[in-house]
């Protein structure tokens, strides 16, 4: 199961030259994240007031292909890889049409808001990541 996620590429997300600035991918790649969340109905601000955890990004590895650019609208396409039961790594996808641009493998912790240390994620949650596998 994927979920697809497009915006546009605005000017403050470039460079002088027109094309999207290196660490803008994160921030994208955030907001996908976080609409893959929602739509699977576990919002953070959920798991923050039910369980007092939240997800933390533990490790990124961005591969750039190919350069997005000024007014281009692109896709992020966001798939679990694998649930623990502290922490899941996600695949994002970023395409132009059938152009891959970028790929970027997230591996996401839970921890306790109160005091940062890990948490096992909430069996609703967790349950959620699995059934999103693939």
């Not at 660490?23 to 369980?51: C, I, K, S, W």
């Not at 609208?73 to 970028?102: C, H, M, Y």
Request: glycine share 6%.
């Amino acid at each position: 199961m994927s979920h697809h996620y497009q915006l546009r590429v605005y000017y403050q997300d470039t460079d002088a030259g027109g094309i999207v600035y290196h660490a803008n991918y994160l921030a994208f790649a955030e907001r996908a994240r976080t609409e893959f969340l929602r739509a699977q109905g576990t919002p953070h601000a959920d798991m923050v007031a039910q369980h007092g955890v939240q997800f933390v990004v533990r490790r990124a590895v961005l591969d750039y292909l190919r350069p997005a650019r000024l007014d281009e609208e692109i896709t992020i396409t966001t798939r679990v890889k694998n649930v623990g039961g502290a922490s899941a790594t996600l695949r994002q996808d970023f395409a132009r049409d059938s152009d891959s641009l970028a790929v970027l493998e997230v591996r996401l912790g839970c921890v306790r808001v109160a005091d940062g240390h890990a948490a096992r994620l909430p069996e609703f949650w967790r349950n959620r990541m699995l059934a999103a596998l693939g």
